[in-house]
């Protein structure tokens, strides 16, 4: 609501061509004037461009073996001897 309302105030009333009679815009209007796409579209477009560019990185790449579920060697037992903030300090 808040949205459609601003974007009323930008674009404004649009005026009837034959009276001349100034009429609020309605919803359907107001998308076709200020198009936003839907942002489950974008999350997805954006999942592939990501897959895309790690299948171009090539099978040697760690990133790609875990896109695949293919991820070599063991992990450790135990717990881990640093976090990575340890590691940053040195």
Request: no cysteine; glycine share 8%; charged share 35%.
């Amino acid at each position: 609501m808040f949205e459609n309302r601003i974007l009323r105030r930008i674009f404004g009333p649009k005026r009837d061509e034959v009276t001349g009679v100034e009429k609020t815009i309605n919803n359907e209007q107001l998308n076709d004037l200020y198009f936003s796409p839907n942002i489950v579209w974008m999350i997805n477009l954006r999942r592939m461009r990501w897959v895309e560019h790690v299948v171009h990185l090539g099978e040697r790449r760690g990133v790609y073996r875990i896109l695949v579920g293919k991820p070599e060697g063991k992990r450790p037992l135990g717990r881990p001897r640093h976090r990575w903030e340890d590691n940053i300090k040195k």
